[in-house]
């Protein structure tokens, strides 16, 4: 056919093995099909409706292309599970689109702020985001503009998918564990995420699996951090499909004792509690 074709999308081979040099191997949850459009191109309809999500305008479709080739990105991919108009992309909320930047060999993801988003921009996201890298927690903080986040690219299925397919008992405990720590050095420096207590689309899974805490849009320093409480509940209590599969592959826990040793690390946020915890949750 002349070029390498990726998720239905045909590209010259040459441009291929550029902008795929760095392609992760873990794409199974990819859509099956992929539309890449350089960065010349975005002005078009319907990438400009979505890039300034959800109306464009001569005017901001500008802007917003400034502040890309400031980013340096060279064209964004639109794939991915969610959708925006007739495009695939990453995710959708009501702050922001993510789709996947393509920035010279690397593929990231480019959070791009919603025009009627009540944000004033995405750089206090931002900020948040890279205070929880400080502790090793969220996909790898990037780079900043007024309207744009751009960041590590994650490579995975939500936990809930995740654990459809892996049903070894050691593994889903270590994965855990992990999510448990990574919830504990947040609330260490009073980082709190704020959705964790209902976080289907906020735990993350990579091919190697390694667990990511994502989506720090309404995370804040001003409340109190309550990060492993909330994912707790989350994942051991309620009537959840997570729930359910998490009890499912390591066995149901003892309520009374978990519910205990939630309080008791509510009332003192410490290490010691928050092992016992640790204990009641997975063993």
């Known amino acids: 056919m002349g070029g390498d074709v990726f998720f239905g999308h045909t590209l010259p081979g040459a441009e291929t093995k550029r902008l795929f040099a760095s392609r992760p191997c873990f794409e199974r949850n990819a859509m099956p099909k992929s539309t890449i459009i350089p960065l010349s191109q975005i002005k078009e309809e319907p990438y400009a409706s979505v890039v300034c999500y959800p109306r464009a305008s001569p005017s901001e479709i500008q802007v917003r292309i400034e502040e890309m080739q400031k980013l340096g990105v060279e064209a964004l991919e639109f794939s991915g599970k969610a959708s925006a108009f007739t495009l695939s992309v990453l995710g959708k909320g009501y702050v922001g689109i993510v789709v996947v930047a393509r920035v010279g060999n690397e593929r990231l993801a480019l959070k791009m702020q919603r025009v ?77 995420h704020g959705e964790l207590s209902k976080a289907p689309k906020h735990l993350l899974v990579d091919g190697t699996d390694k667990p990511f805490i994502v989506d720090f849009e309404t995370a804040s320093t001003q409340r109190n951090a309550s990060n492993v409480t909330s994912v707790c509940q989350y994942l051991f209590q309620g009537n959840s499909d997570v729930c359910k599969a998490i009890a499912q592959i390591i066995g149901d826990r003892n309520r009374a004792e978990l519910v205990a040793a939630l309080r008791k690390y509510r009332k003192e946020r410490n290490r010691r509690n928050f092992e016992d915890l640790l204990q009641r949750c997975l063993e």
């Not at 948040?128 to 502790?135: F, G, I």
């Not at 690219?153 to 049903?167: A, I």
């Open 116 to 192: 009627d988003s009540d944000r004033e921009s995405l750089e206090r996201e931002a900020e948040l985001l890279s205070k929880a890298n400080s502790v090793g927690v969220g996909p790898k903080f990037r780079a900043v503009t007024k309207h744009f986040l751009l960041m590590q690219l994650v490579n995975g299925d939500l936990l809930e998918v995740w654990l459809q397919t892996h049903k070894d008992k050691a593994v889903v405990r270590k994965i855990l564990t992990d999510i448990l720590e990574q919830c504990w050095r947040l609330d260490e420096i009073s980082l709190d």
